[in-house]
């Protein structure tokens, strides 16, 4: 079977950028939130209560996760030619948009809120299912030589989060390391894959076709 590869379509580009840009800004507004927030604990507090109440800076946490999650959805539909066409691929996608209207209605349900735990719920389970699904999106595709195994990793690292956050001893992580635990491989993902992304090379001159990125005649 023929591999496709190494050029994208130019708005594959600037997808991996957004999915970089996104998540970079939504780490540096956790960082900052957290400084500013007397005696949080990385290991017993959750992340979301960088947005609740007793959070000094809980508007940039909120606005920051809302920004987080559009530019998420931006991302990974902008991005969706340099995956194979498939199943799969649709599926990895569509879950990475569910992630992120998940993420934008944790920053508008804010914690405390009785919508807030199913928006974190919906946006954990679907961006470790997403990881995997791209993973497989990925077969056989040389513009992803090097990051399959990653994406596939990630996404199995998301769900270890998950269960040792629903254990009653989280292997001494805390309640917030294994929060943590679930939400980096999604994160890191976004900016190591949008970066890749945002530096191949593109097409010139001929339409490509929008699932297999394959070329095609003018």
Known sequence: MVSLGPLVRKEVRLG????????????A??????LAYPGY???Q??????????SPWALLFNLSIRVLGILSIIGILLIRSALRKGLTARLGVGLIVLAGLGAVGVGVFTEGNSWHASF???TFVASGFGLLFLALGMLRDTRWDGYRLFTLLAGLVTFLGLELLRGPSNLGL???GAERLVIAPILL???????HLARLPVYGGRAVNAWSGAAEPP
């Open 174 to 176: 805390g309640p917030g």
């Open 41 to 43: 604990s990385d290991s």
């Open 16 to 27: 991996g950028a957004f999915l970089a840009v996104g998540s970079l800004q939504f780490i």
């Open 29 to 34: 507004a956790m960082v900052a939130t957290q």
């Open 45 to 54: 507090n959750a992340v979301s209560d960088l947005g609740g109440s007793h």
């Open 189 to 195: 993902w976004g900016i190591i894959a949008g970066i």
């Open 120 to 122: 974190a719920a919906l």
